[in-house]
Nanobody
Framework: QVQLVESGGGLVQAGGSLRLSCAAS????????MGWFRQAPGKEREFVTA????????LYANSVKGRFTVSRDNAKNTVYLQMNSLKPEDTAVYYC?????????????????WGQGTQVTVSS
């Protein structure tokens, strides 16, 4: 069983930055792509970014491209999400997820393990 634990969420003013972390249990972390999704109140869960198993390939939603950066440290079983130039519309619960594949995907159905989420609130 894989467990994912997110941390680093909080309240920040518009224009500020936050760095989310997601620590994974188990020995297979480096074999799978990882993703970040988010869900705002009253909205569907949406894709944010994904990173391949080696950390070389990445995908970003258009809404965060140029502001967010995903990275991973396979030695620490951790994936990160650096969020800069935050906007009020970035407010959501952010979830990390482990893919069933070695490459990232924008589809939530291709991720089979999910963290509990961490709240990010951006004030205007």
């Amino acid at each position: 069983q894989v467990q994912l634990v997110e941390s680093g969420g909080g309240l920040v003013q518009a224009g500020g930055s936050l760095r989310l972390s997601c620590a994974a249990s188990g020995r297979t972390f480096s074999s799978y792509a990882m993703g970040w999704f988010r869900q705002a109140p009253g909205k569907e869960r949406e894709f944010v970014t994904a990173i391949g198993k080696s950390g070389i390939s990445t995908l970003y939603a258009n809404s965060v491209k140029g502001r967010f950066t995903v990275s991973r440290d396979n030695a620490k079983n951790t994936v990160y999400l650096q969020m800069n130039s935050l906007k009020p519309e970035d407010t959501a619960v952010y979830y990390c997820a482990r893919s069933m594949r070695t490459y990232g995907s924008t589809f939530a159905r291709e991720y089979n393990y999910w963290g509990q989420g961490t709240q990010v609130t951006v004030s205007s």
